[in-house]
């Protein structure tokens, strides 16, 4: 069973949606006895990084997330749960996010380009990926962010995408995987990620 982290702040429904048309066994739960005990996780998330970062708090799942990866159970964050999945963002300054990986979360540099950066654009995979293999050349995902990460860590870094200036999306290490963009919306080149993830 995948488990799909409820913790009021993530687009959840399109998610499970996703992964119901693959035929896979999901769940959305805040349990965490079965977040614990599923095969994978999922972490999705839209909005601001501080309020995610309270959401998971008053929820209890803060550190159950942390105890995901501990427990090297297959680990998938979505948008704003590849951020969280950082010490911190210029989005809300002073909260720290789960600390997973060494970075930071930062405002994508105006270069004249609509911020947020919405719609497709194609990414670059910069390492073998299990997750982000065999999606032919140049595959197109659709993103919807304001923030990007920044980390020294270039070997975390599984694609790039280029926007007025290079942002990293997506990231893969051990049993963590994260993306920027959203899969469940980035046609079939998403729903092959996710599938990827699924046979992981």
Known sequence: MIAIIDYGAGNLHSVKNALDFLGADSKITADKGEILLADKVILPGVGAFGDAVSS???TGLFDTVIEVKNRGIPLLGICLGLQLMFDKSDETPGVSGLGLFKGKIVKIP?????IPHMGWNS?????DSRI???????PYVYFVHSYYLNTDDKDLVSA???YGTRLDIAIERDNVFALQFHPEKSGRTGMKILKNFIEL
């Open 56 to 58: 998971l708090k008053e």
């Open 160 to 162: 790039y995408t280029e």
């Open 132 to 138: 982000l293999k065999d999606l032919g050349d140049e």
């Open 110 to 114: 105006d270069s004249g380009l609509k």
């Open 123 to 127: 990414i670059k995979i910069t390492k």
